[in-house]
């Protein structure tokens, strides 16, 4: 898959854009505030149709349109896919209210001009985005890394999508209904109408996590192994808040070595958790909440043994999660045949020579990659010279041309 046009009316501090974009690797430079990191958002949002800076899609709208009677943002991108043309917009409208109510946001998705739901875009545009706060992936709450997980799930498996849409209203259901059945002081069998529903969707996110972190966890490995040169072996461990393994199958396990869930179906998984549900009940209607479920589950990232969210430093922390997503890369390949587009923002800070050479070597080697820098020099002559090197400047996109020629020293 190939990114080869890309269009951005009122998006962040685009006005108009209208670019072509290029095979190989692209280095966007300028400096902060202008919109390298929006272009980045941008192209993420087509494949996504969620950003990873915006609480809400309002906000992506620049703000010298939101003064405008109707104002609106539009995102267009023209791509390659299994050697077709594709092309995917969004439409972003601010409907006007009237005396008695508020304006209200309205988005429109549209895969090759027919009107789509968010969870077909698994079969559009592709891309993996790494920014500075992606740390929080690592050092953050379990939800970041759920969150991550799932955004990369997503992109290539819509059935997983919707189990996982699926799973969040029945949560809520599920939730709502022991707060009231708590508040009577009654256990009834209205809960087992959406325990079996919880069962059912998470079964699917509990298979398929288990399924994608154990890919990653083989793909991430030695890619990480490369980027230390050879010093730090990264793993990656599920740690499930419903465990379809029995602990008698982990009982003979070595040592530091994880349990391999995805020997366990999806059916098994199913109704092991719809037992589980039914067994936590009366904890949960005092509770009040579901405390059983993949919306409690974690996974851990250790590098020779050691647990990076407690232990690992700043440039550690940085290597495996830049790990984590060039695997991400590989594994959307290999789930979907398609290469998709990776955006790296403000890559090489806190990585030292030896890293960034091998991560330049990598992001050279890929079919399609944009890549920002504020600094161009951290950039050596032969990445420059064999990329497309834009400068970005209060939202206007030209070619770069370099103010003078490098100190050879």
């Known amino acids: 898959m190939l990114l080869q046009h890309l269009s951005l009316t009122n998006v962040r501090n685009f006005i108009r854009l209208e670019t072509e974009v290029l095979s190989g690797a692209t280095l966007i430079v300028g400096a902060n505030a202008q919109g390298k990191t929006s272009l980045l958002e941008a192209?993420?949002?087509l494949a996504r149709a969620s950003s990873p800076h915006a609480q809400s899609d309002r906000q992506l709208i620049n703000f010298l349109a939101l003064r405008e009677a109707a104002p609106f943002a539009r995102l267009v991108a023209e791509f390659r896919r299994a050697?077709?043309?594709?092309?995917?917009?969004?439409r972003l409208v601010i409907e006007p209210g009237n005396s008695s109510t508020e304006p209200r946001l309205h988005r429109e998705v549209l895969l090759n001009g027919v009107r789509r739901r968010v969870s077909d875009l698994a079969g559009g545009l592709h891309a993996v985005l790494f920014l500075p706060q992606d740390l929080r992936v690592l050092e953050g709450p379990p939800s970041e890394r759920r969150?991550?997980?799932d955004s990369s799930l997503a992109q290539a498996d819509a059935a997983y999508a919707e189990s996982l849409s699926e799973y969040g209203k029945v949560l809520a259901q599920r939730n709502a209904l022991l707060k009231q059945l708590g508040d009577q002081g009654n256990q009834?069998?209205?809960?087992?109408f959406w325990d079996e529903e919880l069962a059912e969707h998470g079964a699917t996110l509990i298979r398929g996590r288990a399924l994608a972190l154990a890919e990653h966890d083989r793909l991430a490995a030695p890619i990480h192994h490369d980027l230390t040169r050879g010093r730090e072996t990264l793993h990656l461990e599920y740690l499930p808040s419903y465990d379809p393994l029995p602990p008698a199958a982990q009982l003979g396990l070595p040592i530091q070595t994880a349990p391999d869930r995805t020997v366990v179906s999806r059916q098994a998984i199913r109704d092991g958790l719809l037992h589980a549900l039914e067994e936590q009940r009366s904890e949960d209607l005092a509770r009040g909440s579901t405390s059983l479920g993949p919306h409690r589950d974690d996974f851990r990232f250790t590098s020779n043994g050691i647990d990076l969210r407690s232990y690992g430093s700043r440039g550690q922390n940085r290597t495996a999660m830049l790990a984590l997503k060039l695997a991400e890369v590989e594994w959307l390949h290999q789930r979907t045949s398609e290469w998709p587009v990776l955006l790296l923002d403000e890559v090489l800070a806190?990585?030292?020579?030896?890293?960034?050479?091998?991560l330049l070597r990598r992001v050279t080697d890929l079919p399609q990659a944009m890549v920002t820098t504020a600094d161009v020099e951290m950039f050596d002559e032969e990445f420059c010279r064999r990329a497309t090197v834009w400068e970005v400047a209060a939202g206007v996109l030209r070619p770069w041309q370099p103010s003078a020629p490098r100190d050879p020293a």
């Open 43 to 45: 192209v993420y949002y």
């Open 83 to 90: 050697d077709r043309p594709q092309r995917v917009e969004i």
């Open 147 to 149: 969150q991550h997980l």
């Open 188 to 192: 009834t069998s209205q809960l087992s």
């Open 350 to 358: 806190e990585l030292d020579g030896e890293r960034r050479q091998d």
